[in-house]
């Protein structure tokens, strides 16, 4: 387990919190965590034991935690949980609820009531899921997760270039098809069985977690379990809080999350890179800092076409349906026969001693100055 750290807000950082949920929500800090994970109490409401066609028993979820007194004590518990979180998350922070169709529409609604503002929500396909054995319903293939912010006007974290990449390239959808939790990587009871009924796949908090938080940020889960959301906030360079009611879960956690090993600082922050928050660089300042002078050939990365650089921070370049003039994105399109195209990765400039890299290294240049990023030594070409 990393070190105990004291959070100026007197957060438990890197702890697991064994007791009730409620109570433990209560004493945090108001406004003091980055994002919530969630994996409530289903309410499954099962009404006998279910067998497969061999008469074998089926492992489901009928633990006491999983009980209520109907709808209405359902949904207070859920309007008490929801409200204290809404109550800890920071103005821009984010909160992920996953459930069944048995609980997830209730709980949608309540956070509706409560003032949340719903981002999207995400369709969980499962590769493996269990069928129904009974041949009375459709296969329940799927989980549904709700991503939300405490307001409309809140501005929450959204990693969209790092999803996009964890996807070759192509936007990320909002169907995840990921399998369910099992092999090496579930829990097992003293007997062999299965630690946790409802152990989710860490593939699936990946995605959470790297999607919508960035490192150093504070993940709190309020039905930790057997410690999901801990092991990838820890991977991850994030800090989690954890609470759990059942000290055998706790302790098992505890466990599994110091056998993590935390990634390094700097992959952490590659890994949350956002091109959206960081700052709009046009091309013209490229020519004002003189990293680029009027006269300058740049070529495409694939070497067939040549443009020079002019004073104002636009291009000319002569193509196969004559000279084209505009943007270094509008150029590149030209030439391409294209309807859009990224002129920053498009071109290349000449380093010194025909070394040719793109002009982006020279964006990422004067990014690096805005934010105070430490940058190699200024001088000519060569020190990009």
């Given at each position: ?16 919190l064994?007791?009730?949920?409620l ?14 994970f969630a ?7 099962l009404?006998?034991?279910?067998y497969?066609p ?7 979820v ?6 209520f ?8 518990f859920t309007?008490a949980w929801l ?10 922070g984010?909160?992920?609820v ?6 997830i529409f209730?709980?949608?609604a ?9 981002q999207n929500?995400v369709?969980w396909?499962k ?21 939300a ?8 974290t959204?990693?969209?270039q790092a ?9 990320m959808r ?12 579930r829990?097992?009871?003293a007997?062999?069985g299965?630690?946790?009924p ?7 908090l990946?995605r959470?977690v ?8 504070v ?9 999901t ?6 991977r991850?360079?994030r800090h989690f ?7 055998t ?5 505890r466990?599994?999350?110091a ?5 390094g600082?700097?992959?952490a922050?590659?890994?949350?890179a956002?091109?959206?928050?960081e700052?709009r ?6 020519i004002?800092?003189?990293l680029?002078?009027p ?6 990365v ?9 004073a ?5 370049s002569?193509?196969?349906t ?11 399109a030209?030439?391409?026969?294209a309807p859009?195209c990224?002129?920053?990765t498009f071109w290349?400039?000449?380093a010194g001693?025909?070394?040719w890299?793109?002009?982006?290294a020279?964006r ?9 990023a ?11």
């Open positions: 387990m990393p070190n105990k750290r004291v959070h100026p807000l007197a957060l438990p950082l890197d702890e697991i064994v007791g009730d949920c109570d433990r929500l209560s004493r945090l800090p108001s406004r003091s965590v980055d994002l919530v994996d409530p109490p289903y309410n499954l409401q009404t006998g034991t279910l497969r061999d008469n074998s028993r089926v492992d489901g009928d633990d006491d935690w999983d009980r007194d109907g709808f209405a004590a359902y949904d207070a309007r409200g204290e979180c809404k109550r800890i998350l920071k103005p821009n984010a909160l992920w996953i459930g069944s169709y048995h609980n209730r709980v949608g309540v956070l509706q009531d409560l003032g949340f503002w719903i929500d369709i396909v590769t493996n899921p269990m069928p129904n054995f009974k041949g009375t319903r459709f296969a329940n293939a799927h989980e549904t997760l709700i991503w912010s405490p307001s409309v006007t809140a501005k929450p959204f990693n969209y999803m996009k990449a964890l996807n070759e390239g192509l936007q909002s169907d995840w098809t990921l399998a369910i939790c099992n092999g090496s990587e829990l097992k009871a007997d062999g299965k630690l946790h409802t152990q989710k796949p860490e593939a699936l990946y959470v790297v999607a919508t938080s960035h490192p150093g940020d993940v709190l889960d309020p039905f930790f379990g057997t410690g959301t801990g092991a990838v906030a820890r991850l360079g809080i954890g609470i759990e009611a059942d000290a879960y706790a302790e098992e956690a466990r599994r999350i056998r993590i090993e935390p990634i600082e700097a992959d922050i590659a890994v949350a956002n091109r959206r928050s700052p660089i046009p091309f013209g300042q490229v004002e800092r003189g680029l002078k006269g300058d050939r740049l070529q495409s694939n070497g067939r076409f040549v443009a020079k650089v002019r104002d921070g636009t291009l000319v002569a193509g196969p004559g000279d084209h003039r505009g943007s270094i994105h509008q150029v590149g030209a030439l391409m026969g859009s990224n002129g920053w290349k400039f000449n001693r025909d070394r890299q793109p002009i982006d020279l990422q240049k004067l990014r690096a100055e805005v934010t105070g430490v940058t190699p030594a200024s001088g000519d070409h060569t020190a990009v």
